[in-house]
C-alpha cells in the first residue's frame, strides 16, 4: 500500500513537473525595442536605405504586400523593396496601436500613412492604412520581423473607361 501511495505521489509530481510553462509577457522594454523597430523601418524607408530595412528581417521573414505576390526571404524581400525603391521615394509613417505578444514572440497592429513620390514625377497623395507584424527575438536579444502585411484603407482605383468605338 505505501508503494501505490509513493508511485502515485511521483506520478502527479512528475505531471505537475512536466507542466508547460506559461511564457513571460513583453516587458516594457520589448515593447519599446518593438516600437523603436517600426521607427527604424519608417526612417529606412523614407531615407530610402535599403540595408536599414533589410537588417529588420529575419532570415525567413515573410511579406505579404497588397495586390502583390509574397516575398518569401531576405532574398525575396530585398528585390521587392528593391523594387519599389527604383520606382519611387516615399514618406512613410508607422503608428503601432497594439503590441502583444509573450516569451519570444510578439504581433503588431498599427496605421501608417505614406507618401510616393515616383521617380522624375510629383508626390501621389497620401495612402492610409494598416498592417500586421510577427516578431521574433533573436538570440541577441533583438527583434526581427518574421511577418509583415499592410494593405490601403481605400479600394484601388477603379480601372480607366474602355476607348470609345471607332465611327465608321
Known sequence: MIH??????????????????????LTQADEAAI?????AFAKAAT??????IMALYADEAVV??????????????????????Q????QLELTPKIIEGAGDRATV????RLVGTPKGSTAMPPEDGKYVLALQ?????????????WSPDA???APPAPAPAPKK
Open 47 to 52: 531615407a530610402g536605405d535599403l540595408p536599414g
Open 4 to 25: 501505490h501511495r509513493l508511485l502515485l505521489a511521483w506520478l502527479v509530481g512528475c505531471a505537475v513537473a512536466c507542466q508547460p510553462t506559461k511564457p513571460a509577457p
Open 109 to 112: 497592429v498599427g496605421i501608417y
Open 64 to 85: 505579404l504586400p497588397p495586390a502583390m505576390p509574397m516575398a518569401q526571404g531576405k532574398t525575396a524581400i530585398e528585390e521587392l523593396f528593391g523594387g519599389m525603391m
Open 137 to 149: 527575438r533573436q538570440a541577441d536579444g533583438s527583434w526581427k520581423l518574421t511577418r509583415d502585411a
Open 35 to 39: 516600437k523603436a523597430g517600426d521607427a
Open 87 to 90: 520606382q519611387m521615394s516615399v
Open 155 to 157: 479600394p484601388p482605383p
